[in-house]
């Protein structure tokens, strides 16, 4: 019992002395809501369902750029994606997607800031009428504009171009699709 009531005190005396030598500085957070329209230029899918809105929600940390150079953001996206369906004979389909984004901006205190991202996430989609979903990954590119309010709010506008694959279990071939997105949306 000793021993481990001087380990303990030992270890909030490090604690304390590192603490006053090493200025810890808590990463700054960006939360994002956005929202658009999504569409599906090129699919294996025999279901036709190519256009639809979604909504994701962003959670992002700074991770670069505090003194000169411009800021990156390392983020953690959830999102919704509804899909109507062509024809009468087609059905409709949602995507859930999460995963992991980073977000380069491009310019420095300026009004209006360019931004650069990158995404890897993974999707559950499901076709209506169908039991069961289907998992698979998809890349995203985007390129947009930050509008820098007076206030910690901003606005932003974004074009999207993405890559997912969905693979089928016992078939040597997987399903593939291309989509073409315009989101817009606010940070704080």
Same mark, same amino acid.
């Given at each position: 019992? @000793?021993?481990?009531?001087?380990?303990?005190?030992?270890?909030?005396?490090?604690?304390? =002395?590192?603490?006053?030598?090493?200025?810890?500085?808590?990463? $700054?957070?960006?939360?994002? &809501?956005?929202?658009?329209?999504?569409?599906?230029?090129?699919?294996?899918?025999?279901?036709?369902?190519?256009?639809?809105?979604?909504?994701? /929600?962003? +959670?992002? +940390?700074?991770?670069?750029? /505090?003194?000169? #150079?411009?800021?990156?953001?390392?983020?953690? $996206?959830?999102?919704?994606?509804? !899909?109507?369906?062509?024809?009468?004979?087609? @059905?409709?389909? %949602? &995507?859930?997607?999460?995963? +992991?984004?980073?977000?380069?901006?491009?310019? #420095?205190?300026?009004?209006?800031?360019?931004?650069?991202?990158?995404?890897?996430? =993974?999707?559950?989609? *499901?076709?209506?009428?169908?039991?069961?979903?289907?998992?698979?990954?998809?890349? #995203?590119?985007?390129?947009?504009?930050?509008?820098?309010?007076?206030? *910690? =709010?901003?606005?932003?506008?974004?074009?999207?171009?993405?890559?997912?694959?969905? $693979? %089928? !279990?016992?078939?040597?071939?997987?399903? @593939?699709?291309?989509?073409?997105?315009?989101?817009?949306?606010?940070?704080?």
């Amino acid at each position: 019992m @000793k021993k481990i009531l001087l380990i303990f005190i030992t270890l909030l005396i490090v604690n304390n =002395l590192f603490s006053q030598v090493v200025q810890m500085e808590k990463c $700054p957070k960006q939360y994002s &809501i956005e929202f658009g329209h999504k569409y599906i230029f090129a699919s294996t899918f025999e279901n036709k369902a190519s256009q639809g809105v979604g909504l994701l /929600f962003d +959670w992002a +940390w700074q991770f670069s750029g /505090f003194v000169k #150079k411009h800021k990156v953001f390392l983020s953690v $996206p959830m999102g919704y994606t509804y !899909l109507f369906p062509d024809s009468d004979s087609d @059905k409709s389909m %949602s &995507i859930l997607n999460y995963g +992991w984004t980073v977000r380069h901006e491009l310019t #420095k205190n300026k009004k209006y800031v360019p931004f650069l991202g990158y995404a890897l996430l =993974l999707n559950q989609i *499901r076709i209506s009428g169908i039991e069961g979903s289907i998992f698979g990954h998809q890349t #995203k590119f985007d390129f947009g504009y930050n509008f820098k309010t007076e206030k *910690r =709010l901003m606005f932003f506008a974004k074009i999207e171009y993405s890559f997912t694959r969905l $693979p %089928s !279990l016992g078939e040597e071939k997987s399903n @593939k699709i291309s989509t073409f997105e315009t989101k817009v949306g606010i940070r704080f």
